[in-house]
């Protein structure tokens, strides 16, 4: 009886384990990588300091970012 009990018990720590690592792969296939949290790369204002994506930055002839166009105007670029 005691054998049956310790097999159940390991039983339910492999499984237990196993789902765990399904959870970390995701749907994606990559170990480790949400497909939610994969995203687009983010640059600073030159102005202000704040965050915004690549795709909304607005740039100067000088190569600097900002996040918007007021902050280009009031930076000089």
Do not use: T
């Not at 959870?23 to 939610?36: F, T």
């Not at 994506?53 to 105007?73: F, K, T």
């Amino acid at each position: 009886m005691k054998v049956l009990l310790w097999a159940a018990i390991g039983f339910i720590v492999v499984m237990w384990l196993l789902r765990g690592n399904e959870r970390a792969v995701g749907r994606s296939g990559k170990p480790g990588k949400s497909p939610a949290l994969e995203g687009e790369s983010m640059v600073k204002c030159a102005h202000c300091g704040v965050f915004v994506p690549v795709s909304e930055a607005i740039g100067s002839g000088a190569g600097q970012l900002y996040c918007s166009e007021d902050h280009r105007l009031q930076h000089g670029g």
